[in-house]
């Protein structure tokens, strides 16, 4: 699961909205946004802060990696099908 992915998938966990995530990390929502959908990557200084507002750690990291499709070779919509 890439950045951009793991950190709106924690963003929306937690119930914040992008101009939420922004303020507690000193971004506006714009740049919340390009991060999400993957057409910036944040500095080092901004990951920090992101990682911290989000209460992204090591123990988070390796949740998002088990439920991850990708970690089993299947998409989401590839799993539903094989539910059916």
């Given at each position: 699961?890439?950045?951009?992915?793991?950190?709106?998938?924690?963003?929306?966990?937690q119930g914040l909205m992008q101009a939420e995530l922004g303020a507690l990390t000193g971004v506006s929502q714009r740049i919340i946004s390009l991060i999400e959908t993957g057409k910036l990557l944040p500095a080092p200084e901004l990951e920090q802060r992101l990682r911290e507002a989000?209460?992204?750690d090591k123990a988070v990291e390796n949740a998002?990696?088990?439920i991850s499709p990708e970690?089993?070779?299947?998409?989401?919509?590839?799993?539903?099908?094989?539910?059916?």
């Open positions: 699961m890439e950045f951009a992915v793991r950190m709106r998938t924690l963003r929306v966990a989000l209460q992204w998002l990696d088990i970690k089993k070779g299947e998409t989401c919509r590839g799993a539903a099908r094989h539910e059916m």
